[in-house]
């Protein structure tokens, strides 16, 4: 009878760890599956992350081509309008117009002196 319940204990042992093995087997496939699909999230977070980075490197070149761009221009319509102000006072009329700016400020200095412009006119 002892040999009897001993072999029923075994059997019983034997069945527990078949049991548990087959726990273990389907935890594994849980977890392999788990991992495949962790790698797989991985390699498609990997590749949006590079085509932020792409996306982004390709934004500040845009950036950069047009502020460069806006400085060019910025810097030819300076040149151009300093071009015609030069060319403006540099000809008869540039030379008229400081004339008659000339003798308004003196017109003004002598009234803000107190001088009576009428008088020195009929002088």
Do not use: C
Not at 5 to 29: G, S
Not at 52 to 69: H, M, N, P, V, Y
């Amino acid at each position: 009878m002892a040999e009897n319940e001993n072999y029923e204990v075994l059997k019983t042992e034997v069945a527990h760890i078949k049991e548990r093995l087959k726990e273990q087997a389907e935890d594994r496939k849980i977890m392999l599956e788990t991992q495949k699909t962790t790698s797989e999230s991985l390699i498609r977070l990997t590749t949006v992350v590079e085509n932020q980075e792409k996306t982004l490197a390709e934004t500040k070149d845009l950036f950069s081509t047009e502020i460069a761009g806006l400085r060019n221009e910025f810097q030819q319509v300076n040149q151009s309008q300093t071009k015609w102000l030069q060319n403006l006072l540099e000809g008869t009329f540039g030379k008229t117009l400081k004339i008659l700016v000339l003798i308004i400020l003196l017109l003004l200095g002598a009234e803000i002196a107190g001088v009576d412009i009428t008088k020195l006119a009929n002088l």
